[in-house]
């Protein structure tokens, strides 16, 4: 097929590179603008423009698309027989969505109707799910509501967390999108209506989401959320009014009848109390304004005992 393909994020780059080796013929390739990055604002060219450019694909960068009509005409140009999507990070307008025969076809990180949203990666390991997948659906104008075409699941493993799970879904997607285009061509696949009775939603993280409620989440439900939010939020908590960033973490198979965010100190272990008795074992800490230490060099220079609640 003749592609025009729109990608941003490093998790792109597998389903990009996939393509001509398939015998596609990528006709541009739509990334959005390069960003600063660091403290000196230094200018960096998202992946999917790095891996474009070293394949000697043409790319554009427009800083909008719906009402862009110099970008408008490029496109319907080059009348690709179909636009793929993945994690491009913009609305695709109307007039987009009508333009290739075989429509606007898009790559989503979970089995769809289930998290609809900016981050469903994340949601699935933080809710504590076991299985996952990739759905390449048509994009119409809602929000991930497009008739679904192919579905693949993956094992969310215990320890595995977000970051971990981006790298699989973004490995394990490119052949899925090969599968759907050659069904598309071939005719052999019909688009299936998602069941919208279904769906959950996945929405955008927030530094917020990392505050660690330890009177409304068990321990291992602050575990999952913690691998859910790697490598942002985190996970984070207060001590005596002052920011305590926690890197590392484990629930304990130990119960307690202490009160949610009582700490208990023992052999240079720091453990807090969660919902249900459960117990949490902080492993890294990085109290505001100084470095990341283990706990038991953090209970040195703190004194801390059954008096001491996180999160007040």
């Excluded at 990666?121 to 679904?148: C, F, K, P, Y």
């Excluded at 005596?240 to 484990?250: C, M």
């Excluded at 700490?263 to 800490?285: D, F, N, P, R, Y």
């Amino acid at each position: 097929m003749k592609l025009v393909f729109c990608g941003t994020p490093q998790f792109a780059v597998p389903t990009l590179e996939a393509l001509p080796r398939a015998g596609h013929q990528i006709q541009l390739v739509v990334c959005q603008p390069d960003r600063p990055v660091g403290r000196e604002q230094t200018l960096h060219a998202p992946p999917v423009k790095q891996a474009a450019l070293a394949a000697g694909l043409p790319v554009t960068q427009p800083e909008k698309i719906r009402n862009n009509a110099e970008f408008r005409a490029q496109l319907e140009a080059l009348a690709p027989d179909a636009i793929l999507v993945v994690a491009y990070g913009r609305i695709i307008p109307p007039w987009m969505l009508e333009l290739p025969r075989f429509g606007c076809i898009n790559v989503h990180a979970s089995l769809l109707p289930k998290y609809r949203g900016a981050a469903p990666i994340q949601w699935a390991v933080a809710n504590g799910d076991r299985i996952t997948g990739n759905t390449t659906m048509l994009l119409d104008e809602g929000l991930d509501t497009g008739a679904i075409l192919l579905q693949q699941t993956i094992p969310i493993q215990p320890g595995e967390t977000a970051a971990d799970l981006f790298t699989a879904l973004s490995t394990a997607g490119a052949p899925l999108v090969i599968q759907t285009l050659a069904q598309l061509e071939d005719g052999s696949l019909t688009p299936a209506p998602q069941d919208h009775s279904a769906a959950t939603l996945a929405p955008l993280l927030t530094r917020d989401d990392a505050r660690m409620d330890f009177a409304a989440h068990t321990a291992q439900q602050l575990y999952n959320r913690w691998r859910g939010f790697q490598p942002w939020p985190g996970a984070w908590t207060t001590l005596d009014g002052k920011k305590l960033i926690v890197h590392r973490l484990a629930p304990v198979d130990e119960t307690t009848t202490a009160a949610p965010g009582s700490i208990t100190t023992a052999e240079g272990k720091l453990l807090v109390a969660c919902a249900q008795g459960s117990l949490l074992e902080l492993l890294e800490l990085q109290l505001e304004g100084k470095r990341r230490i283990p706990a038991n060099e953090f209970l040195r220079g703190h004194h801390l005992g059954p008096q001491t609640i996180l999160g007040l």
